[in-house]
């Protein structure tokens, strides 16, 4: 936090300084695990359910922490500690604070499926012409945002950081916190209904950020989701999609084993672009990449530059193949929408087509409405096969009918896919992450 002294993280949070090192003393980084400090940054003690941060202050210290942020002191611990009421709402306060010294541009993305990868290719956009720092992995959240916000530096010309919820108000938090000039809304679905209810919970919970940004920010929406093509807010909008009313558009996409290219469309703009990787969804995260890029100034050039840069993270939407079969990864994550967007791309590879299917988490009373139509989407876009183990495998084979076969756990499963997965199949591994569907992905690539 360039510039950011103990006595101004004091005075942010309202915290009391206890300690001999200087409150002129500058503080770096927000790190919340003592292992990873380097000298100079600002620890903060989380107590969670199984490890309480306060027992690691002197390990932190001994690394080289600046200083601590803390809700006590260990006894006779006199090198330097924040003390606060509550270490969440004071580390908030001190983001909001550094936030204020900042000057660059900030773009905030959120929305139910595509944020990570908004993100990635955001960021690759930007990085044709500027220095670019994106949120590191998934640190999305009232914690991972601040750790965020905390890494830029005078270098970094400009920042995109993700930004993830579960239930209200928490945008109002994170919003406060990053404040950005663009906002990036990827889609309203099926995500967190547990806690969200309904889609209309979901956008509302969403949008709680455009309370906390100037009027004459950018909201950049997909305009191809009926309830953000609807939303009316006072910030200037752009939206982007496939409609032929959306002001960022893509044209005559053509989906191959390797890579994805469209055209994108803007007014008068019109240029081609190649996506290193394959799937529809990598069309709206170009899409989000260049109505992003437009807004920042960057040439049709760039943005073409920037988006065939763009890199895939983890199992999202990973695409391998083998002697016998071309996988399509996607079990980091999964949601109605996520599913659909699945298997629209599946059955655009040639080949027999397969799905393997796992719960979709945190899905509330709907859970079980929402695996049936997943089953049943999978039949009508004339998927082959669907296997499928969990809680809501029933579901899943009542909507899919005769093409679906039910398996007791993962290992079952496992053991069958000799029998079921044939010589050229195209198979679909999708699930949320709490399902550990990458032992069936591992499986089917030494198959």
Do not use: W
Not at 132 to 155: A, C, F, H, W, Y
Not at 223 to 245: I, P
């Amino acid at each position: 936090m360039t510039g950011m002294t103990i006595a101004d993280a004091v005075k942010a949070c309202g915290g009391k300084y206890i300690g001999t090192k200087s409150e002129t003393t500058e503080l770096g980084r927000v790190v919340i695990d003592s292992r990873a400090i380097e000298p100079g940054d600002l620890f903060v003690a989380y107590k969670g359910e199984k490890v309480d941060g306060h027992d690691y202050i002197g390990a932190a210290l001994d690394k080289g922490a600046a200083c601590c942020l803390c809700e006590h002191v260990p006894e006779g611990e006199m090198r330097g500690a924040i003390v606060a009421d509550d270490v969440q709402t004071a580390l908030e306060a001190i983001a909001a604070a550094y936030r204020d010294t900042l000057s660059l541009p900030i773009i905030g993305i959120t929305g139910s499926v595509g944020k990570t990868s908004a993100k990635e290719m955001i960021s690759a956009v930007l990085s044709s012409r500027y220095k670019v720092l994106k949120t590191d992995k998934n640190l999305n959240n009232q914690i991972g945002v601040p750790m965020t916000l905390s890494r830029i530096t005078p270098e970094h010309d400009v920042a995109v950081v993700e930004m993830g919820i579960s239930g209200f108000g928490e945008m109002h938090r994170l919003g406060r916190m990053a404040r950005p000039q663009i906002a990036v809304y990827t889609l309203i679905g099926h995500a967190h209904l547990e806690f969200l209810h309904d889609l209309d919970g979901v956008l509302r919970a969403k949008t709680e950020m455009l309370d906390e940004i100037a009027d004459d920010a950018c909201v950049i929406m997909n305009g191809d989701d009926e309830k953000l093509k609807n939303y009316h807010c006072r910030q200037r909008k752009v939206s982007f999609g496939f409609g032929a009313d959306c002001d960022v558009r893509a044209e005559h996409v053509e989906l191959m084993a390797e890579q994805t290219e469209c055209d994108i469309v803007c007014g008068e703009r019109r240029f081609h672009v190649m996506i290193p990787a394959f799937g529809k969804h990598l069309v709206y995260a170009a899409l989000e990449g260049a109505a992003v890029g437009l807004e920042m100034g960057l040439s049709d050039e760039e943005i073409a530059r920037g988006i065939a840069s763009f890199e895939t993270v983890g199992r999202r939407a990973a695409i391998v193949h083998t002697a016998k079969l071309t996988l399509l990864d996607d079990c980091y994550n999964s949601n109605a929408e996520a599913l659909r967007s699945g298997i629209d791309s599946l059955v655009r590879l040639p080949g027999r087509h397969v799905c393997i299917l796992g719960d979709m988490l945190e899905l509330g009373e709907s859970a079980a409405e929402i695996h049936r139509e997943g089953g049943s989407y999978a039949r009508e876009q004339g998927v082959a096969r669907l296997l499928c183990c969990g809680n809501y495998a029933d579901d899943y084979c009542e909507g899919a009918g005769e093409i679906a076969r039910k398996f007791s756990d993962r290992e079952e499963l496992i053991a069958a896919l000799k029998e079921e997965i044939r010589q050229g199949d195209c198979v679909l591994v999708k699930a949320s992450r709490g399902a550990h569907f990458e032992e069936i992905s591992e499986a089917l690539k030494v198959l």
